[in-house]
């Protein structure tokens, strides 16, 4: 065992490289949540004054606080926080499904979605999107397999759940819409807005979601791991139902504990004082998001210059999450020794990371919290990198 492979380790990427990695943009963290981080790094450091044994009621530091802030910022009537976005969704399906359900989603949404539903032996059935090159999601699609679900099963399906906002394309799923849908039939609608709560504006009760799930390390300027699920007063409950169990000897019994928590929540220190540093800005950065959107379209403006890049999803882009086809960087690979590492190297000397190593064909990048400068350089570069392998920019 050589265990000096563990000393110094160092990263580097955020202080020495513009960084364009899709799902790390939103979960950089503000300078007070690397502050947070250091004081609260210690194991269990934020149970000092646990009183009530849950770690969403504790007062000192104010997470109890933040739990309220939190529901009110989303418009929903209560939160806790998960180990993740995939384990409110975990949570939310194992509270409200029970084992040969069906759960009804958008074909476009995240792997931890299906294994939620796996994990609770829950069936899926996909709403289609439309094809090349949009890919979108029509709402009327889950009124569709809502009919076809009861038809085949005999009964309405238990969940939802559509994807906010998409990780291939960053389209935004209508989820008004879809929450309308869900009310008409009365099932229960799972909103997932790991790539949108804490970087956009969400009203929770205008969309008419009753879970809303949301990913820390992903949107909300947070250390990983750490995810939100927020609900409504009518399902809280249900949702955050407390154990009921007994030792069949010693009689013992745990009736504070809620069950798909894992009693408290199977988060606290770093990420949950991270989580509660950022929140202030997050509060802030959410009305800039008009900015954001713009500085995104400008780079898809930009790549769109260079001969054979198209953007994929919606045009022009809502979301600072984009998809680029790139066929010619394809064609450049094929005549390189690096193949498609050869785009990877080429930025990387140009300190611009994040975009999946080897990848040529397409692409996909965040420009979310990046400057406009930063934007231009970006561009620039691209705009080298183009002509220096004979790829037209016009
Ligand atoms: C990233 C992502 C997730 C996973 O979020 P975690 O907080 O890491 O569990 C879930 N859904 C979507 C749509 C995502 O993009």
Redesign the pocket.
């Known amino acids: 065992m050589n265990l000096n492979i563990y000393k110094n380790l160092k990263r580097g990427v955020e202080s020495n490289f513009i960084n364009l990695n899709p799902?790390q943009r939103g979960g950089v963290l503000t300078v007070e949540a690397r502050k947070a981080v250091l004081e609260f790094a210690d194991g269990y450091s934020v149970c000092d004054y646990c009183f009530e044994s849950r770690v969403d009621l504790v007062q000192n530091p104010p997470v109890r606080k933040l739990t309220e802030d939190i529901a009110e910022f989303l418009n929903m009537d209560d939160v806790r926080y998960t180990a993740?976005?995939?384990?409110a969704?975990w949570a939310a399906m194992h509270m409200v499904g029970k084992p040969g359900d069906t759960v009804v989603l958008d074909s476009l949404?995240?792997y931890?979605?299906y294994l939620a539903a796996e994990a609770n032996r829950l069936k899926v059935v996909e709403v289609p999107h439309s094809g090349y090159p949009e890919f979108t999601i029509d709402p009327h699609g889950y009124a569709e397999k809502f009919e076809e679900v009861e038809r085949k099963t005999g009964s309405l399906p238990a969940l939802a759940l559509l994807?906010h906002?998409?990780?291939r394309y960053g389209n935004i799923g209508d989820a008004k819409a879809v929450g309308k849908v869900c009310k008409e039939y009365g099932v229960p609608f799972l909103l997932?807005t790991?790539?949108s709560s804490g970087i956009m504006p969400i009203d929770g009760k205008r969309l008419g979601v009753d879970f809303l799930c949301g990913?820390?390390?992903?949107s909300w300027a947070a250390s990983?791991?750490i995810?939100i699920l927020a609900t409504t007063y009518e399902w809280n409950q249900q949702i955050f139902d407390k154990s009921t169990i007994r030792g069949d000897w010693s009689g013992r019994g745990f009736t504070k504990k809620e069950i798909a928590l894992f009693g408290c929540s199977p988060v606290y220190g770093a990420p949950l004082m991270s989580l509660m540093a950022s929140f202030p800005s997050v509060v802030e950065r959410v009305k800039h998001w008009d900015k954001e959107v713009e500085n995104a379209r400008y780079l898809a403006t930009q790549f769109e210059r260079i001969e054979g890049f198209h953007q994929m999803g919606v045009k022009p882009t809502q979301h600072t999450l984009m998809a680029f086809e790139t066929l010619p960087l394809f064609e450049v690979a094929a005549t390189t020794q690096k193949r498609g590492y050869f785009l990877y190297h080429e930025l990387k000397k140009r300190k611009i990371m994040g975009i999946h190593p080897g990848m040529s064909k397409s692409f996909k990048v965040n420009t979310f919290g990046l400057s406009r400068s930063q934007i231009e350089y970006v561009a620039n570069a691209f705009h080298e990198i183009a002509r220096e392998h004979g790829i037209p920019v016009e």
């Open positions: 799902i993740g976005c995939r384990h969704k949404a995240h931890t979605s994807t906002v998409d990780y997932n790991a790539y990913s820390g390390h992903k990983a791991p995810g």
